[in-house]
């Protein structure tokens, strides 16, 4: 989310793709330890997609970072 606060991406015209309900959902995601895998997954999904929506990072950023961060 500091990357999203750096690039000004605070007011991105797209309410469901913004800085700030991403921010909601990263909130809810922390209140919400018991999600499963699928549900988390697919929010953290949403999240990505709405980074590589900004021209933050492509998809294929995207990508690796999960490669990397998987197991």
Known sequence: MQLAHKSQISN?????????????MHE????NRDW???????????MQAAIVSWGVYTLEDMK????????
């Open 64 to 71: 690796t970072i999960n490669m990397r961060n998987a197991g």
């Open 12 to 24: 991105y015209p797209v309410p469901d793709l913004s800085y700030n309900h991403l921010c909601e």
């Open 36 to 46: 499963s895998d699928t549900k988390l997954c697919r929010w953290l999904g949403w």
């Open 28 to 31: 809810r995601i922390n209140l």
